[in-house]
T-cell receptor, first 109, second 117 residues
Framework: DAKTTQPPSMDCAEGRAANLPCNHS???????VYWYRQIHSQGPQYIIH???NNETNEMASLIITEDRKSSTLILPHATLRDTAVYYC??????????FGKGTRLHILP | EPEVTQTPSHQVTQMGQEVILRCVPI?????FYWYRQILGQKVEFLVS????????KSEIFDDQFSVERPDGSNFTLKIRSTKLEDSAMYFC???????????????FGPGTRLTVL
């Protein structure tokens, strides 16, 4: 079973920041937080991952709380192409991915 | 940018037939995976493969399934005798060796839609 809890769906206006929350209260010290997304009928796409520190790349930012029990994925300027299901995954590096149901993000024009 | 490719994009077969789904992982990657997604359901892990052998498999991956890396580039999933319930999207993924600070993100292909009639 997935070790994370995410809201089933969220809306965000185009051009605004999309903030997707994730709870992972049972995360272990050697587990990373990964985010993937799945645009309709496509393969999952890696977005970002982190262990303790906040991370940023060209796609998104990842904010992890100090106790590591929750995190937030931030898409700084959402576009219609960001409409997808977003998966927050907790795993040991190298382990298989266990996908949950994720958050269905709708970007509204 | 390098990417994982899969062929065919759509495969239709009769129940009881054998199918082979093909994947070309990213060239310098060493870890390979198959996942499947039944329509409307979660993506499910099937099998991981490293150094020419299976490193982990799920309960779904029974004796009807097999994987192979027949040459230096292809990675295949074979279903010996397909059932109706094998109808799903099948995704191949690959990842580079890990170490250093962990990471080991997996890169997924576009999938093969398998329809068993």
């Amino acid at each position: 079973d997935a070790k994370t809890t995410q809201p089933p769906s969220m809306d965000c206006a185009e051009g605004r920041a999309a903030n997707l929350p994730c709870n992972h209260s049972t995360i272990s010290g050697n587990e990373y937080v990964y985010w993937y997304r799945q645009i309709h009928s496509q393969g999952p796409q890696y977005i970002i991952h982190g262990l303790k520190n906040n991370e940023t790349n060209e796609m998104a930012s990842l904010i992890i709380t100090e106790d590591r029990k929750s995190s937030t994925l931030i898409l700084p300027h959402a576009t219609l192409r960001d409409t997808a299901v977003y998966y927050c995954i907790v795993r040991v590096a190298g382990d298989k991915i266990i996908f949950g149901k994720g958050t269905r993000l709708h970007i509204l024009p | 940018e390098p990417e994982v490719t899969q062929t065919p994009s759509h495969q239709v077969t009769q129940m009881g037939q054998e199918v082979i789904l093909r994947c070309v992982p990213i060239s310098n990657h060493l870890y390979f995976y198959w996942y499947r997604q039944i329509l409307g359901q979660k993506v499910e892990f099937l099998v991981s493969f490293y150094n020419n052998e299976i490193s982990e498999k799920s309960e779904i991956f029974d004796d009807q399934f097999s994987v192979e890396r027949p040459d230096g580039s292809n990675f295949t999933l074979k279903i010996r005798s397909t059932k109706l319930e094998d109808s799903a999207m099948y995704f191949c993924a690959s990842s580079p060796s890990f170490g250093l600070a962990g990471g080991n993100e997996q890169f997924f292909g576009p999938g093969t839609r398998l329809t068993v009639l």
